[in-house]
C-alpha cells in the first residue's frame, strides 16, 4: 500500500446499529489516531468516539470540511445511504483525506432504482422484469392488469422500507396508491417500479470494491419481514445470520462472474469511480441468482454480525479500498457464525414508541461472546437510556454453530426489557423456502 501516516484520525458519519458496529472495529484498529462522530448521542458510539462538533449537513458541508482538515481527518467512513446520496464523499475527499464510501453518483445504485435497474438491464445483469412509472393511474392500471400480483418499489431511498411484496392484485394496487399517492415516502415514491414476483431464498452478498478489484465478504442472510414465519410488513430488517449456508462455492463464483464484476465494469462505463461497498440483495432462482436490489453501504443488520467476525485491520480494508490497493489487503474471519437479533419499539415500523427506559443492557452484555449494539437508544435527562427510534438494539452473539449462536443471542434478547420490546424468536431458524 502507498505510505500512509502510522496514526489516522476517522470520522464517522452516521448513529444507528451499523455505525456503533462500524465504530467497535475502528476503535480495535491500531492504526487509529482519533476517532469522531457525527451521533455522540448514541450511547454504544459515545464511549468510542469524540463529538463533532459543527453542523452535519449537505447544505453547511463547509462547516463539515473546516472540521476535517483542523482535526486533521485522514479517512472519513459513511455509514448510511442518505450522506452517499447527498454527495459527502464527493465533498469531503482531498488529496489527503479519503472517504469510504461512493461519490454521489456511484450511489444512484441504491438511491434511484430506476436509473440501477436500466444499469442492469444494459449490462446483461440477471434481474426481475419490471417497469417504472411517474403516472399513479398508469401504474394502478397496469398492476391491475397483471395476473400475479407484482412487487410494487418506490424508487428512491425510503429507510428500507419502500418494498411491498402483495398477496394480491388489490394489494398491490393499494401499495401503489401509498407510495405515489398518500406519499408515504415523500419524495422517494415519486417514481415506482412495478417488478416480477421472484421466488426462491433471498441472500445479502456484500462485497468491498476499490473500482478495479473485488473482495466479496462472507455471504449473510437478513430477516426483513416484522414477525415470526416471514409474515407482517417489511421493515429495515429485524435480524440476520452470517454465514448463510445459502450459497455455495459454484453459486457465489456465479455471483461474482455474472452479477458483481458486470455491475463494477457498468459503473466504469458510466465514468464512475466506485469505490466502497457494493451490496446485492439476490434471490436465488431456479434460474439462478438474481438481484432484488442494490445497496452502497454496510446492510443494517448484516454489518453487525459481519463485523463482530471481522479479525483484521478495518482501517487496512478500508484504506485498500479508497487507494485502490485492495488486493494487497490480508483479510481474517472468525470462523465462528455470529447471529444477530433485533429488538424493537412497540409500533414498529408505522409508529415506533420513544422515550422509553431500557434494562438489562448491561446484563446481556456480561455474557461471554455476546455485543450489544446500540440502534435506536438515547440517554434522557437522568442519563437513563431510553429508547428513540424504530430498531433499538442489534443483540449479537458467536457460538462454535449457529444453534449455539443462535441459542446465546436469544438468552441476552431475554435479559433485556422495556415497554412494548418486540423482536422475532425465529432469527437463523427458517427453513429455506420452496424453488
Not at 484520525?9 to 462522530?37: C, D, K, M, Q
Not at 438474481?290 to 463482530?308: A, H, I, S
Request: with cysteine; hydrophobic share 40%; glycine share 10%.
Amino acid at each position: 500500500m502507498p505510505t500512509q501516516p502510522s496514526r489516522i484520525n476517522v470520522l464517522l458519519v452516521g448513529g444507528g446499529g451499523r455505525e456503533h458496529a462500524l465504530a467497535a472495529a475502528i476503535a480495535r484498529s491500531p492504526r487509529l489516531g482519533t476517532l469522531y462522530t457525527t451521533h455522540p448521542q448514541n450511547p454504544g458510539i459515545a464511549p468510542l468516539a469524540t463529538a463533532v462538533d459543527v453542523p452535519v449537513s449537505a447544505k453547511a458541508m463547509y462547516r463539515l470540511e473546516q472540521f476535517c482538515d483542523h482535526q486533521q481527518i485522514g479517512l472519513v467512513v459513511i455509514g448510511p445511504e442518505d450522506p452517499l446520496a447527498e454527495g459527502f464523499a464527493d465533498k469531503l475527499t482531498t488529496p489527503d483525506r479519503h472517504v469510504f464510501g461512493p461519490v454521489q453518483a456511484g450511489a444512484m445504485l441504491e438511491a434511484d432504482k430506476a436509473w440501477c435497474k436500466s444499469l442492469l438491464r444494459e449490462a446483461m445483469v440477471p434481474t426481475a422484469d419490471g417497469r417504472e412509472f411517474t403516472d399513479p393511474d398508469a401504474a394502478l392500471a397496469y398492476t391491475a392488469s397483471r395476473s400475479e400480483p407484482p412487487v410494487v418499489k418506490a424508487a428512491g431511498l425510503a429507510a428500507g422500507k419502500g418494498v411491498f411484496v402483495p398477496a394480491s392484485t388489490a394489494e398491490a394496487c393499494d401499495a401503489v396508491r401509498k407510495i405515489m399517492v398518500q406519499r408515504i415516502f415523500g419524495d422517494a415514491g415519486r417514481k415506482v417500479i412495478i417488478e416480477e414476483r421472484l421466488t426462491g431464498r433471498e441472500v445479502s452478498v456484500l462485497a468491498i470494491t476499490d473500482g478495479r478489484n473485488i473482495l466479496i465478504l462472507p455471504p449473510c442472510q437478513d430477516h426483513k419481514r416484522l414477525r415470526d414465519g416471514d409474515i407482517g410488513p417489511n421493515t429495515g430488517g429485524m435480524g440476520a445470520f452470517c454465514p448463510s449456508d445459502a450459497i455455495d462455492a459454484a453459486t457465489m463464483s456465479r455471483i461474482e462472474r455474472d452479477i458483481l464484476v458486470p455491475t463494477v465494469d457498468a459503473l466504469k462505463r458510466e465514468g464512475i469511480d466506485y469505490r466502497g461497498v457494493l451490496y446485492a440483495g439476490l434471490m436465488l432462482t431456479p434460474g439462478g441468482p438474481k438481484v432484488l436490489e442494490y445497496n452502497v453501504r454496510f446492510g443494517d443488520p448484516e454489518c453487525q454480525p459481519l463485523m463482530t467476525r471481522l479479525r483484521s485491520d478495518i482501517l487496512e480494508l478500508m484504506l485498500g479500498a479508497c487507494t485502490r490497493t485492495l488486493d494487497q489487503v490480508e483479510v481474517e474471519w472468525d470462523p465462528r457464525p455470529a447471529v444477530c437479533v433485533v429488538i424493537a419499539s412497540e409500533g414498529y415500523p408505522e409508529n415506533p414508541r420513544k422515550g422509553v427506559p431500557i434494562r438489562g443492557i448491561e446484563q446481556a452484555e456480561a455474557l461471554h461472546d455476546v455485543t450489544v449494539f446500540h440502534a435506536g437508544t438515547t440517554r434522557d435527562s437522568q442519563g437513563q437510556i431510553v429508547t428513540a427510534g424504530g430498531r433499538v438494539l442489534s443483540v449479537v452473539a458467536q457460538g462454535e454453530t449457529m444453534a449455539d449462536a443462535r441459542t446465546l443471542a436469544y438468552r441476552a434478547c431475554d435479559m433485556i426489557h422495556f415497554e412494548g420490546a418486540q423482536c422475532r424468536r425465529d432469527i437463523a431458524a427458517i427453513p429455506a423456502p420452496p424453488a
